[in-house]
C-alpha cells in the first residue's frame, strides 16, 4: 500500500485484504483503511475531519478494483 501511496502508512491508517489473504499484496486485493469518526461529535469537528480526509487523499484511487497486479 505504501508503494501506491507514494508514503509511508500514518499511524491511524490500515490496510485490509479483500480476499482475507494477507501476503497477497497485489493492489487489486488491498484496500487503506481508516477509523470513524467516533458517535457524539461535534459539527464543527466533524467538517475539519472530512475537510483534511479530502486534503490527505484527493487525487487517490486506492480502492480501484481495476488496478494494475503488480505482483
Not at 13 to 22: C, F, M, P, S
Not at 36 to 52: L, S
Request: glycine share 6%; hydrophobic share 30%.
Amino acid at each position: 500500500m505504501e508503494e501506491i501511496l507514494g508514503r509511508h502508512l500514518s499511524s491511524d491508517e490500515t490496510v485490509h485484504h479483500r480476499n482475507g489473504v494477507r501476503d497477497d499484496n497485489r493492489p487489486r486485493n488491498l484496500e487503506l483503511c481508516i477509523p470513524p469518526q467516533p458517535t457524539g461529535v461535534r459539527v464543527q469537528d466533524a467538517v475539519e475531519w472530512a475537510r483534511e480526509i479530502l486534503r490527505r487523499y484527493e487525487g487517490l484511487d486506492v480502492t480501484s478494483r481495476n488496478a494494475p497486479d503488480r505482483r
